[in-house]
């Protein structure tokens, strides 16, 4: 099993930024991506960044060029800095590690507890 940890979540302004951070433990050999995905009240749950063991990535479209996920192998964590946060960025933003194939979509089956972010307008 894998264990998730999440931190960084926090009360901000518009405009204003944060960064996440998922520590992750236990049989963490199993896993080769790992992933942020949110979810707001009301809404479905969505995979916001991406990235493989070799450094590649993924980003759904609105927070293409303000988010930057990415992995410090050396200390199994990952992060996600969010800058130019919007309000509509506001949701519990969870952890998430699996595997892929290529072609195939990303089978994620651990997760973290949740991390709160609210962005004031």
């Known amino acids: 099993q894998v264990q998730l940890v999440e931190s960084g979540g926090d009360l901000v302004q518009a405009g204003g930024s944060l960064r996440l951070s998922c520590s992750a433990s236990g049989t963490i050999f199993s896993i080769n991506v790992m992933g942020w995905y949110r979810q707001a009240p009301g809404k479905q749950r969505e995979l916001v960044a991406a990235?493989?063991?070799?450094?590649?990535?993924n980003y759904v479209d609105s927070v293409k060029g303000r988010f930057t996920i990415s992995r410090d192998n050396a200390k199994n964590t990952v992060y996600l800095q969010m800058n130019s946060l919007k309000p509509e960025d506001t949701a519990v933003y969870y952890c998430t590690a699996g595997r892929f194939r290529t072609g195939r979509p990303y089978y994620f089956d651990s997760w973290g507890q949740g991390t709160q972010v609210t962005v004031s307008s």
């Open positions: 990235i493989t063991s070799d450094g590649s990535t």
